[in-house]
């Protein structure tokens, strides 16, 4: 149900990517609740996941990560990228304070055009 909820919300991504022979796969490894689409560390969770063009045309991987706890939490956030045979890679500190959401901005150093023109992407994501 909640990858259904995640295809439909990032139709847009999936639509672009398909219109260059390509299909985005949002998800990945990490502990798992569910069907597996949600990563939590503790109290922090991913929520959202996109891929956008950013500054200077580099792949950007935007993540909403929520804490569902009272205190200010931290974890690492592993960002993996494949796209055809290549995989690029970021780790990223994320502090989130109690009951609140913060929306991660994950460049890494590979150009957008790539992503959009490549026949295999994926996005996995580890929050611990």
Do not use: W
Not at 35 to 41: I, L, Q, T
Not at 65 to 93: C, F, P, Q, W, Y
Not at 95 to 114: A, H, N, W
Request: hydrophobic share 30%.
């Amino acid at each position: 149900m909640r990858r259904r909820k995640a295809l439909q919300r990032f139709g847009l991504v999936a639509t672009l990517a398909s219109t260059g022979g390509c299909a985005a796969i949002l998800g990945g490894g990490g502990q798992r609740s569910g069907d597996g689409d949600r990563k939590r560390s503790g109290t922090l969770e991913n929520r959202n996941i996109s891929v956008e063009k950013g500054e200077k045309g580099k792949l950007v991987v935007v993540v909403t990560v929520k804490n569902t706890g009272e205190k200010k939490a931290s974890a690492t956030l592993k960002t993996s990228v494949t796209i055809d045979d290549s995989l690029h890679e970021k780790r990223t500190k994320v502090t989130v304070p109690g009951s609140e959401s913060k929306d991660i901005s994950v460049v890494l150093p590979v150009d957008y055009s790539r992503y959009d023109n490549a026949s295999r992407t994926s996005v996995d994501l580890d929050l611990k």
